[in-house]
């Protein structure tokens, strides 16, 4: 299946294929915040006895055979895709619904995530300050903008991106130079941040399934699937954004596991927020806490907008096909031509971020976004394996069901490790799901209606106004 332009919308307008290779592994960059190994830092490292490169090694390779099968799916339906969209092509449309659905925590917390990282930032800033104000700022200020403007450019998205890990290679020179003088472990080669006597295997993968969060926004590069300048290369784009972001997390987190060996040397209250400032704090003084955290600041800011306006176009693009209540969720203003009741709403659920920490948080976005890896993984069985019969050679079985498998098998392992919450809240989330979706089908009975949130949103489909007859 190949494409040579993207599809036009109901208004007859295209999307314009503009983005080269790496404008669009930029954008993943950008969306996955490569600041946040240090958001989380301190967390792991209690959870997984100072191993924190550890974690992210074990999250690398499962990421790796996910954007492997992302990537075949990518190019098997070109088009502005996602795992749900990959879900339905190849498996079963109401099966589709249920990983959208399940996804969906992901795209409703996002932002939440990013609010309560600037939370964190602020608050060590100025310590005086009470942390709901901050929220009750960001949430006001980023609504307000995305409210009157959607719009965002790639460039912007670089610039953001270039310097924040300018600052942070900066401190990966600041941390080696610490280390030569004896500080911390005192040594820049040593396996102590990966292996030691007290490491279990159980700890690591705990880890792993919170720096999952960190890799989130890989698989988001397929919504520039229609304006890529050429298909073929979303493959080579979502693997590389992996490649690189994993390899940003992994360096990173190995340095300053080297200068911080025990994650004693961090407050409580930072391992459940924040320790970015901490860390900024703790090696270069005030000035590079302040550094470090306008890095952080820029890229969650960026990060932030595009969760926010990203679930916003998801929440239209379903009440424009009645998965929602049209009326509400379906609305786009006619000033501002941007679905303001879907952004006001995110804002508000954004506010929740004054009574939760981000390792909680993180750990309920997981939840769906491994049920998502897991089930592209599955589509690439489904879609080729099984769908066009390439399973009759030792090539075939190994590139469409043999590694697929083994991504499913690691992403299922991840998933079992999460949070016991997080379990919990997310089955019980799947449970409202699938009633609602006997809901929509009249029991399996109607058609399911798609949501992918890279539909064309600016008018209804024929089918759709048939079933409303």
Same mark, same amino acid.
């Given at each position: 299946?190949?494409?040579?332009?993207?599809?036009?919308?109901?208004?007859?307008?295209?999307?314009?294929?503009?983005?080269?290779?790496?404008?669009?592994?930029?954008?993943?960059?950008?969306?996955?915040?490569?600041?946040?190994?240090?958001?989380?830092?301190?967390?792991?490292?209690?959870?997984?006895?100072?191993?924190?490169?550890?974690?992210?090694?074990?999250?690398?390779?499962?990421?790796?055979?996910?954007?492997?099968?992302?990537?075949?799916?990518?190019?098997? *339906?070109? !088009?502005?895709?996602?795992?749900?969209?990959?879900?339905?092509?190849?498996?079963?449309?109401?099966?589709?619904?249920?990983?959208?659905?399940?996804?969906?925590?992901?795209?409703?917390?996002?932002?939440?995530?990013?609010?309560?990282?600037?939370?964190?930032?602020?608050?060590?800033?100025?310590?005086?300050?009470?942390?709901?104000?901050?929220?009750?700022?960001?949430?006001?200020?980023?609504?307000?903008?995305?409210?009157?403007?959607?719009?965002?450019?790639?460039? *912007?998205?670089? *610039?953001?991106?270039?310097?924040?890990?300018?600052?942070?290679?900066?401190?990966?020179?600041?941390?080696?130079?610490?280390?030569?003088?004896?500080?911390?472990?005192?040594?820049?080669?040593?396996?102590?941040?990966?292996?030691?006597?007290?490491?279990?295997?159980?700890?690591?993968?705990?880890?792993?399934?919170?720096?999952?969060?960190?890799?989130?926004?890989?698989?988001?590069?397929?919504?520039?699937?229609?304006?890529?300048?050429?298909?073929?290369?979303?493959?080579?784009?979502?693997?590389?954004?992996?490649?690189?972001?994993?390899?940003?997390?992994?360096?990173?987190?190995?340095?300053?596991?080297?200068?911080?060996?025990?994650? !004693?040397?961090?407050?409580?209250?930072?391992?459940?927020?924040?320790?970015?400032?901490?860390?900024?704090?703790?090696?270069?003084?005030?000035?590079?806490?302040?550094?470090?955290?306008?890095?952080?600041?820029?890229?969650?800011?960026?990060?932030?907008?595009?969760?926010?306006?990203?679930? !916003?176009?998801?929440?239209?693009?379903?009440?424009?096909?009645?998965?929602?209540?049209?009326?509400?969720?379906?609305?786009?203003?006619?000033?501002?031509?941007?679905?303001?009741?879907?952004?006001?709403?995110?804002?508000?659920?954004?506010?929740?971020?004054?009574?939760?920490?981000?390792?909680?948080?993180?750990?309920?976005?997981?939840?769906?976004?491994?049920?998502?890896?897991?089930?592209?993984?599955?589509?690439?069985?489904?879609?080729?394996?099984?769908?066009?019969?390439?399973?009759?050679?030792?090539?075939?079985?190994?590139?469409?069901?043999?590694?697929?498998?083994?991504?499913?098998?690691?992403?299922?392992?991840?998933?079992?490790?999460?949070?016991?919450?997080?379990?919990?809240?997310?089955?019980?989330?799947?449970?409202?799901?699938?009633?609602?979706?006997?809901?929509?089908?009249?029991?399996?009975?109607?058609?399911?209606?798609?949501?992918?949130?890279?539909?064309?949103?600016?008018?209804?489909?024929?089918?759709?106004?048939?079933?409303?007859?």
């Amino acid at each position: 299946m190949t494409t040579t332009s993207a599809p036009a919308t109901a208004s007859g307008a295209r999307l314009k294929r503009n983005l080269g290779l790496w404008a669009i592994v930029g954008l993943g960059l950008g969306y996955m915040t490569p600041t946040v190994v240090f958001d989380t830092f301190g967390m792991v490292s209690r959870d997984t006895n100072n191993v924190v490169p550890s974690a992210y090694l074990v999250a690398l390779i499962v990421m790796m055979f996910t954007a492997v099968s992302y990537g075949k799916m990518a190019g098997a *339906i070109p !088009s502005a895709g996602s795992a749900y969209t990959y879900v339905r092509e190849s498996v079963h449309p109401n099966v589709g619904f249920m990983v959208g659905w399940t996804s969906l925590i992901d795209y409703v917390l996002l932002p939440m995530v990013n609010c309560l990282i600037i939370r964190s930032y602020l608050g060590a800033l100025f310590p005086e300050v009470p942390g709901w104000i901050w929220v009750v700022i960001y949430c006001a200020v980023v609504t307000t903008v995305i409210y009157l403007t959607m719009r965002g450019t790639s460039n *912007i998205n670089m *610039i953001l991106l270039v310097f924040s890990i300018v600052v942070m290679a900066v401190f990966v020179v600041m941390v080696i130079a610490q280390l030569m003088r004896g500080e911390g472990q005192g040594t820049v080669a040593s396996v102590q941040p990966f292996f030691h006597d007290a490491v279990t295997l159980g700890a690591v993968l705990t880890g792993a399934t919170i720096v999952c969060f960190s890799f989130i926004g890989f698989d988001a590069v397929t919504m520039y699937a229609e304006e890529a300048k050429s298909p073929k290369i979303m493959p080579k784009a979502i693997l590389y954004t992996v490649i690189i972001g994993g390899a940003i997390f992994l360096i990173t987190a190995y340095f300053t596991q080297l200068r911080f060996p025990s994650s !004693s040397a961090f407050p409580q209250e930072a391992i459940e927020d924040s320790t970015l400032p901490e860390i900024g704090l703790q090696v270069g003084g005030p000035t590079l806490q302040a550094v470090l955290t306008a890095a952080g600041f820029a890229a969650t800011l960026a990060s932030g907008l595009a969760s926010h306006a990203s679930v !916003s176009r998801m929440l239209l693009v379903m009440g424009r096909n009645n998965v929602l209540p049209r009326r509400f969720f379906g609305h786009i203003n006619a000033k501002t031509h941007t679905p303001t009741f879907n952004i006001v709403l995110v804002g508000l659920i954004s506010l929740l971020a004054a009574a939760f920490t981000l390792e909680m948080i993180a750990a309920f976005i997981n939840f769906g976004a491994l049920i998502a890896f897991t089930f592209v993984n599955v589509s690439v069985i489904a879609w080729f394996a099984i769908r066009k019969g390439r399973r009759h050679t030792v090539k075939d079985i190994f590139t469409f069901i043999v590694l697929p498998g083994i991504g499913m098998l690691l992403t299922g392992v991840l998933w079992a490790n999460l949070h016991v919450d997080a379990l919990i809240g997310g089955s019980i989330w799947m449970g409202i799901g699938l009633i609602y979706l006997l809901v929509l089908t009249r029991g399996f009975r109607r058609k399911v209606a798609a949501f992918d949130e890279n539909q064309p949103v600016t008018g209804f489909s024929k089918a759709i106004k048939t079933d409303e007859k």
